[in-house]
C-alpha cells in the first residue's frame, strides 16, 4: 500500500461575542481534510494527516522520514509553519531547514503536490511566501509574491485544456469554484486545465521526481459541495496521485 503525508487543512477559530455590556468568547477545532482523505483511502492509499498546530513535532525532519512515503501533499498550510518549529523561533536553536527537505525529496524520486487555499502558494496577504523557499523550485508554478487570492463569489468554472491520464473516467465539464490562488506557469511545467485565464491543474518532472499544483481549494470554502460531492471527486484524486507516483 503506497503512503502518503498530508500536512495542512485545519484551523483553531477563537470568536468573541458582544452583547450589550457583556461578551464571552467561543473557541473551536476545523479540519476540511475528511473529502480527501476519503478519496485517496478509496485508492488504496494509506493518509497520514498532519494537522497545522502539529506539523512543528509530526512533519518529518530528515530525508530519510520523508522517504517513507510515496507522496507529500501540502495543502493550505504556509511555509512558516515548516520553517518556523518552536525550538528557533522560541530558542533561537538550529534545525533542518524541510522546504529544503521536500525538494531533495522531489529530486531523489518523490512525489509533491501542493493544493490551495488562503495559506498555499504566496497566500492571503502574500502570508504563505513560498516563492522564498526551495519549494518554489520544484512547483509547476510560480508563486507571486503577494496576495494571491482571486476571490469569484458568483462562482468559476475550470476548463480542461489537455487530455491526460489524470482525467481518464473523469467529467471534462467541472463543477464551479469560488476562487483560487493565482500564479504564473513555468516554462518547463504542463498545464492541464486553466481557470479564468489562470492556472488550474499544472504538472512538471524535477529530478526523478513529480509535481501537481492544484491552484483552489480540495474543501470549502473554494472548494463548495458541488465539488466535494461531484461523482468524479475521488477519481480525480485518485488518478492525480497514482500519476505522481507512479
Known sequence: MKKVLLAGE???KHTLHV???DHFTESSYGEGAQWLKAALKEGGYEVNHVANH???????YTLEELKEYDAIILSDIG???LLLPESTFQQSKINPNRCELIKEYVL???AFLMIGGYMA?????GASRYE???IQDILPVNCLGKDDRVERPEGITPEIVKDHEIFEGVDKNWPHFLGYNKTILKDDATLLAKI???PFIAIAEYGKGRTAAFTSDCAPHWGPPEFTDWEHYNKFWINLLNWLTK
Open 121 to 125: 502558494f504566496s497566500g492571503i496577504n
Open 10 to 12: 485545519t484551523w483553531f
Open 196 to 198: 479564468g485565464e489562470d
Open 132 to 134: 522564498t523557499t526551495a
Open 19 to 21: 452583547k450589550g455590556f
Open 54 to 60: 502539529k506539523v512543528v513535532e509530526d512533519f518529518p
Open 108 to 110: 531523489d524520486g518523490g
Open 79 to 81: 511555509s512558516n509553519t
